[in-house]
Protein backbone atom coordinates (compact mmCIF):
# COMPACT_ATOMS: atom_id res chain seq x y z
CA UNK A 1 0.00 0.00 0.00
CA UNK A 2 1.14 3.63 -1.10
CA UNK A 3 1.28 6.12 1.89
CA UNK A 4 -0.77 9.18 1.20
CA UNK A 5 0.69 11.62 -0.92
CA UNK A 6 0.47 15.75 0.00
CA UNK A 7 -2.14 17.71 -1.70
CA UNK A 8 -0.35 20.52 -2.77
CA UNK A 9 -3.11 22.02 -3.48
CA UNK A 10 -4.28 22.25 -0.37
CA UNK A 11 -1.22 22.70 1.48
CA UNK A 12 -0.55 25.92 -0.78
CA UNK A 13 -4.65 27.27 -0.29
CA UNK A 14 -3.81 26.73 3.68
CA UNK A 15 -0.45 28.50 3.51
CA UNK A 16 -2.06 31.54 1.95
CA UNK A 17 -5.35 31.31 4.02
CA UNK A 18 -2.29 31.32 7.11
CA UNK A 19 -0.09 33.94 5.61
CA UNK A 20 -3.48 36.02 5.11
CA UNK A 21 -3.98 35.23 9.03
CA UNK A 22 -0.95 35.68 9.90
CA UNK A 23 -0.70 39.63 8.17
CA UNK A 24 -4.01 40.18 10.69
CA UNK A 25 -1.58 38.98 14.11
CA UNK A 26 -0.38 42.51 14.44
CA UNK A 27 -4.44 43.69 14.69
CA UNK A 28 -4.66 41.48 18.02
CA UNK A 29 -4.19 44.05 21.09
CA UNK A 30 -2.37 41.43 23.10
CA UNK A 31 0.08 41.66 19.69
CA UNK A 32 0.15 44.90 19.03
CA UNK A 33 -0.59 46.43 22.36
CA UNK A 34 2.54 48.85 21.84
CA UNK A 35 0.88 50.12 19.04
CA UNK A 36 -2.77 50.63 20.58
CA UNK A 37 -1.07 52.36 24.18
CA UNK A 38 0.98 54.55 21.23
CA UNK A 39 -2.78 55.57 20.20
CA UNK A 40 -3.95 55.83 23.46
CA UNK A 41 -1.10 58.43 24.95
CA UNK A 42 -1.09 60.32 21.72
CA UNK A 43 -5.05 60.71 22.27
CA UNK A 44 -4.42 61.26 25.85
CA UNK A 45 -1.77 63.79 25.14
CA UNK A 46 -3.79 65.66 22.48
CA UNK A 47 -6.81 65.89 25.03
CA UNK A 48 -4.27 67.06 27.72
CA UNK A 49 -2.46 69.39 25.59
CA UNK A 50 -6.13 70.74 24.71
CA UNK A 51 -7.31 71.57 28.41
CA UNK A 52 -3.66 72.61 29.02
CA UNK A 53 -4.50 75.51 25.59
CA UNK A 54 -7.97 75.90 27.37
CA UNK A 55 -6.62 76.69 30.53
CA UNK A 56 -3.84 78.52 29.21
CA UNK A 57 -6.45 81.19 27.64
CA UNK A 58 -8.12 81.37 30.73
CA UNK A 59 -5.68 81.69 33.05
CA UNK A 60 -4.23 84.72 30.41
CA UNK A 61 -7.95 86.30 30.57
CA UNK A 62 -8.57 85.88 33.96
CA UNK A 63 -4.13 87.63 34.66
CA UNK A 64 -5.38 90.27 32.10
CA UNK A 65 -8.21 91.05 33.73
CA UNK A 66 -6.25 90.93 37.17
CA UNK A 67 -4.00 93.41 35.76
CA UNK A 68 -5.92 95.75 34.26
CA UNK A 69 -7.89 95.81 37.76
CA UNK A 70 -5.03 96.31 40.16
CA UNK A 71 -3.61 98.88 37.38
CA UNK A 72 -6.90 100.77 37.89
CA UNK A 73 -6.72 100.58 42.05
CA UNK A 74 -3.24 101.69 42.03
CA UNK A 75 -4.38 104.54 39.38
CA UNK A 76 -6.93 105.36 42.16
CA UNK A 77 -4.66 105.18 44.79
CA UNK A 78 -1.83 107.13 42.50
CA UNK A 79 -4.65 109.63 42.57
CA UNK A 80 -5.40 110.08 46.22
CA UNK A 81 -1.94 110.49 46.94
CA UNK A 82 -1.69 112.95 44.69
CA UNK A 83 -4.57 114.75 45.78
CA UNK A 84 -3.63 114.34 49.60
CA UNK A 85 -0.22 115.45 48.82
CA UNK A 86 -1.14 118.79 46.73
CA UNK A 87 -4.10 119.28 49.83
CA UNK A 88 -0.74 119.08 51.98
CA UNK A 89 1.34 121.20 49.74
CA UNK A 90 -1.67 123.89 49.71
CA UNK A 91 -1.84 123.78 53.49
CA UNK A 92 1.84 124.15 54.00
CA UNK A 93 2.07 127.22 51.51
CA UNK A 94 -1.46 128.64 53.41
CA UNK A 95 0.31 127.88 56.59
CA UNK A 96 3.51 129.30 55.75
CA UNK A 97 1.72 132.42 54.04
CA UNK A 98 -0.08 132.77 57.68
CA UNK A 99 3.34 132.69 59.31
CA UNK A 100 4.76 134.97 57.11
CA UNK A 101 1.88 137.24 57.38
CA UNK A 102 1.85 137.12 61.13
CA UNK A 103 5.57 137.53 61.10
CA UNK A 104 5.15 140.95 59.07
CA UNK A 105 2.56 141.97 61.29
CA UNK A 106 4.24 140.72 64.08
CA UNK A 107 7.45 143.12 62.97
CA UNK A 108 4.64 145.93 62.11
CA UNK A 109 3.76 145.67 65.66
CA UNK A 110 7.02 146.28 67.25
CA UNK A 111 7.39 148.98 65.71
CA UNK A 112 4.29 150.70 65.37
CA UNK A 113 4.55 150.27 69.64
CA UNK A 114 8.26 151.71 69.53
CA UNK A 115 6.63 154.54 67.01
CA UNK A 116 4.23 155.13 69.50
CA UNK A 117 5.90 154.84 72.64
CA UNK A 118 7.61 157.86 70.71
CA UNK A 119 4.74 159.36 69.84
CA UNK A 120 3.63 159.66 72.98
CA UNK A 121 5.83 161.92 74.32
CA UNK A 122 5.44 164.52 71.62
CA UNK A 123 5.17 168.16 73.38
CA UNK A 124 4.96 170.25 70.08
CA UNK A 125 3.01 170.03 67.11
CA UNK A 126 5.78 170.65 65.11
CA UNK A 127 7.90 167.91 66.60
CA UNK A 128 8.29 164.70 64.06
CA UNK A 129 6.07 162.04 64.36
CA UNK A 130 7.44 158.44 63.72
CA UNK A 131 5.66 156.47 61.29
CA UNK A 132 3.47 153.66 61.78
CA UNK A 133 3.49 150.33 59.47
CA UNK A 134 0.40 148.62 58.01
CA UNK A 135 -0.08 144.94 58.74
CA UNK A 136 2.64 144.07 55.83
CA UNK A 137 4.51 146.22 57.41
CA UNK A 138 4.77 148.70 54.90
CA UNK A 139 4.94 152.46 55.31
CA UNK A 140 2.06 154.05 54.61
CA UNK A 141 2.61 157.42 52.11
CA UNK A 142 1.03 160.39 53.17
CA UNK A 143 2.23 159.82 56.88
CA UNK A 144 1.75 163.38 58.40
CA UNK A 145 5.28 164.84 59.49
CA UNK A 146 3.99 166.30 62.55
CA UNK A 147 0.62 167.25 64.73
CA UNK A 148 0.13 170.18 62.68
CA UNK A 149 0.60 168.85 59.13
CA UNK A 150 -1.98 166.18 60.28
CA UNK A 151 -4.20 168.99 61.67
CA UNK A 152 -3.95 170.59 57.95
CA UNK A 153 -5.09 166.99 56.37
CA UNK A 154 -8.03 167.40 54.54
CA UNK A 155 -11.18 164.52 54.47
CA UNK A 156 -10.15 162.37 51.72
CA UNK A 157 -6.07 162.52 52.87
CA UNK A 158 -7.36 161.62 56.30
CA UNK A 159 -9.99 158.76 55.02
CA UNK A 160 -6.87 157.00 52.91
CA UNK A 161 -4.67 157.11 55.97
CA UNK A 162 -7.58 155.44 58.03
CA UNK A 163 -8.12 152.61 55.46
CA UNK A 164 -4.56 152.68 54.79
CA UNK A 165 -4.54 151.07 58.68
CA UNK A 166 -8.08 149.40 58.61
CA UNK A 167 -9.43 151.99 61.21
CA UNK A 168 -13.19 153.41 60.76
CA UNK A 169 -13.80 156.15 58.66
CA UNK A 170 -17.15 157.30 59.96
CA UNK A 171 -17.54 161.08 61.41
CA UNK A 172 -16.24 164.60 61.05
CA UNK A 173 -13.23 165.20 59.42
CA UNK A 174 -12.10 166.19 63.53
CA UNK A 175 -13.50 163.27 64.94
CA UNK A 176 -11.54 161.58 61.59
CA UNK A 177 -8.21 163.57 62.71
CA UNK A 178 -9.06 162.73 66.52
CA UNK A 179 -9.32 159.01 65.81
CA UNK A 180 -5.82 158.43 64.01
CA UNK A 181 -4.05 161.26 66.52
CA UNK A 182 -5.10 158.50 69.58
CA UNK A 183 -3.79 155.40 66.69
CA UNK A 184 -0.34 156.87 66.54
CA UNK A 185 0.34 157.61 70.04
CA UNK A 186 -0.03 160.97 70.19
CA UNK A 187 -1.41 162.04 73.53
CA UNK A 188 -1.85 166.39 73.21
CA UNK A 189 -4.13 167.81 71.07
CA UNK A 190 -2.98 170.05 67.67
Do not use: C, W
Not at 58 to 78: C, G, P, S
Not at 98 to 107: G, I, T, Y
Not at 176 to 190: L, S, T
Request: charged share 25%; hydrophobic share 40%.
Amino acid sequence: MAAPQPDFTILSESLIAAGQQIERLPNLPAINHEQYLRDQFAALRQGMDEQFRLLRVELDTRFEHLRVELDARFEQVNTRFDTRFEQVDTRFEQFNTRFANLELSSRAEARNQAARLFNSHVTSVETQLHALYNQQNEAIEGFPENLAALARLHDNAITALLNAYDLATDGTVAMKRRRFRYFIGAVINA
